[in-house]
Each structure stands twice: as structure tokens, then as C-alpha cells.
């Protein structure tokens, strides 16, 4: 992305994007924490997926807080899409990023939002496939997480730091294999977990620790903040990293990703940096 179109949104409107998504966010955890405990309605289910009344319900709560701030910026997020999509400007939201942990009464679930913004050079990886993407066009400018349960709020700016609940953080300095936690995800599809089984066989006589944690967002996030090393999955989509992809490059970290066939569909290989090149080769056949 070029610097003019970045500096388009000046500092001053990039912070006050900044403070509409955490309060969206907050609003959002809000609703997540009251329920809890409450009976859950399932608008649909798959065999590896559940959507709820209360994704519905809380894209909604974000939707109303985010336009009503910035009515020029469109919307995509997990539940639908608002405005005009091909605005220069776009929030990527996903309003309960873990479902199916928090229906099923496990703490483990996020909001996650992200602002965009279109330009003349992608932010994603600079590979023929991903300059015919529709995506490459866009670069992340802010980036929120907010965990309810815990009451953890990471964010960042593109260009400054990140945070957790206002603290710096930084990625791990781990290089060696043996001493990583490496966070893995399935995805929904049986063509995602077959690619992703055997890397998880590979590698878990190699690391310290593998870790399923069925949020996208917080497992980059944990990376962000050292608490784990890496993270690999096949089959992710667009609001599950867009936020916390940023807040990992903030972190210092390595947020490799690649698009796959289908809409807003990513292979990622999150990191601290150091890691990169030795997971790459357990997410090879035959390594």
C-alpha cells in the first residue's frame, strides 16, 4: 500500500478508529459474558460448526457502533457484509471468533476486529496467486482482539506497537523447536483437517507442546504475546487473522499467510520470527 493512502486516514482519525473498535469489541464481549451460562440458540450447524442468534447479535451491536462513527466505511464481517464494498476503508469483523468453545461452555472465545484500507500494493504476500486476489488491494491499519473471559484487550496501529490491555508486548525469542509451543487449527472442512492432520503428526514429536485452541484470533494473539511461538492452519478466513495478523507484526512477529481458492480463504503460518523456515517444513508432504 502506498504511504499517501495510508496518511489519507490521518493519526488523529486512525486513533479514534482505534477507540470505536475496542469499545465495539467490549460492547460485543459484553453481550458474549451475559450469556454465557444462558441456553444457546443455533441459527445453523454444520459437522465441524455451529452459528449462533448471538453472532447474529453481535456483529449487529458492532455494526451500529462502527457506522455510526465512520458511515463511509463498509463492513465485512463473518455474519454479512454493509455499505459499499468497494469503499476506500473497510472493518473486518468477526463478532464471536471461537463459537464453538463458547457454546458448548468453554472460555475460550473473542471478538475481533480490524480496520482496512484500499491501496495500490497488497498486504498480503507478494506471489502471482495473491496479486490476483481480491484481497491484495487492502492493508490493515488497526487491529483489536478482546477476550470477555479474561478480560484481555490486545490492539494495534500499523506503525506502533502492540498492546495488552494498554501493556507493550513482544514475541518470544525462542528459535529452537524443542522448546516451542506451536498452536494448530482444523478449520471446518474435511479437506482442511486431512492437510492439517499430518502436519500435526509430524510435529508433535518435535515441539514442547501442541496446542488446539479453537480461536484463530487468540491463538495469533497469544503468539503476539510470547505465550506461545506459532500457529498453522489451512482454511482460515479473512476476519479470523486480519486483526490479529496485524497485532502480531506490531509484536515483532511473522505473519506469513497465503490465499487459497475461495472467498477471503488463507493458509497461515504465524510466528515470532525465528521459526518460520524450520515449520515450513513439517507443513511439506513427505518432510
Not at 478508529?17 to 460485543?28: D, I, N, Q, V
Not at 443455533?42 to 449487529?60: F, G, M, P, W, Y
Not at 504476500?125 to 490493515?140: I, V
Request: with cysteine.
Amino acid at each position: 500500500m502506498s504511504e499517501s493512502l495510508v496518511n489519507n486516514m490521518k493519526l488523529s482519525e486512525q486513533q479514534r478508529a482505534l477507540g470505536c473498535a475496542m469499545a465495539a469489541a467490549k460492547a460485543a464481549g459484553k453481550i458474549m459474558s451475559d450469556n454465557f451460562h444462558s441456553p444457546k440458540t443455533i441459527n445453523s450447524a454444520t459437522r465441524h460448526d455451529i452459528k449462533l442468534e448471538l453472532d447474529v447479535r453481535c456483529q449487529k451491536r458492532i455494526e451500529s457502533m462502527l457506522r455510526r462513527a465512520f458511515p463511509e466505511v463498509a463492513i465485512l464481517g463473518e455474519e454479512g457484509v454493509a455499505g459499499n464494498q468497494k469503499a476506500p476503508y473497510r472493518w473486518v469483523v468477526d463478532p464471536i471468533d471461537g463459537t464453538v468453545n463458547f457454546t458448548y461452555g468453554i472460555p475460550h472465545a473473542c471478538v475481533s476486529i480490524a480496520l482496512q484500507a484500499r491501496g495500490e500494493l497488497a498486504f498480503w504476500p507478494r506471489g502471482e496467486s495473491s496479486r490476483r486476489h481480491p484481497d491484495h488491494l487492502y492493508q490493515t491499519l488497526v487491529g483489536v482482539v478482546y477476550d470477555p473471559f479474561c478480560d484481555e484487550l490486545w490492539t494495534a496501529s500499523r506503525g506502533g506497537v502492540a498492546r495488552l490491555n494498554g501493556r507493550i508486548i513482544h514475541v518470544s525469542n525462542r528459535k529452537n523447536l524443542g522448546e516451542a509451543i506451536v498452536s494448530i487449527g482444523f478449520a471446518k472442512q474435511r479437506s482442511t483437517m486431512n492437510k492439517m492432520l499430518p502436519i500435526l503428526n509430524r510435529l508433535i514429536p518435535r515441539v514442547r507442546k501442541v496446542r488446539l485452541m479453537g480461536a484463530a484470533a487468540l491463538s495469533m494473539v497469544y503468539v503476539a504475546s510470547g505465550r506461545m511461538d506459532a500457529y498453522l492452519e489451512y482454511g482460515l478466513r479473512l476476519w479470523d487473522i486480519a486483526a490479529g495478523g496485524l497485532i502480531l507484526e506490531c509484536a515483532g512477529g511473522d505473519f506469513w499467510n497465503q490465499p487459497l481458492s475461495g472467498k477471503h480463504t488463507y493458509q497461515v503460518l504465524a510466528n515470532n520470527g525465528l521459526l518460520r523456515r524450520k515449520l515450513e517444513r513439517f507443513t511439506k508432504r513427505g518432510a
